[in-house]
């Protein structure tokens, strides 16, 4: 089970930290990542972190901005966000893909998602 947290309402130019926390004792057998979606849009692909943490990737329209981690020990992942923008309004979730593959991008290769949390950047 995924737990995320962390969403709220900030003005343009602002951070946010997202976390989500897994239950369960296997967190570091599990790539990670974070989608979002905005309202009248598909789910689309945030940023992932390899389950030893030593591979990312981001979308191009947060690169720069955004910065994903995990803490294995603490069983989970964080998504550090600054220089927020209006269009990175949406609900953010997190989810995990089976740590076989190096890193994922696609939604259909992750196994478990959270329940998400609403991010929305004021103008």
């Known amino acids: 089970q995924l737990q995320a947290s962390g969403g709220g309402l900030v003005q343009a130019g602002g951070s946010l930290r997202l976390s989500c926390t897994a239950s369960?004792?296997?967190?570091?057998?599990?790539?990670m990542g974070w989608f979002r979606q905005a309202p009248g849009k598909e789910r689309e692909f945030v940023a992932a972190i390899s389950l030893s943490g030593l591979v990312t990737n981001y979308t191009g329209s947060v690169k720069g901005r955004f910065t994903i981690s995990r803490d294995n020990a603490k069983n989970t992942v964080y998504l550090q966000m600054i220089s927020l923008k209006p269009e990175d309004t949406a609900v953010y979730y997190c989810?995990?893909?089976?740590?076989?593959?190096?890193?994922?991008?696609?939604?259909?290769?992750?196994?478990?998602w959270g329940q998400g949390t609403q991010v929305t950047v004021s103008s």
């Open positions: 369960g004792r296997t967190f570091s057998t599990y790539g």
């Open positions: 989810a995990a893909y089976g740590g076989i593959l190096p890193i994922s991008t696609r939604t259909y290769e992750y196994t478990y």
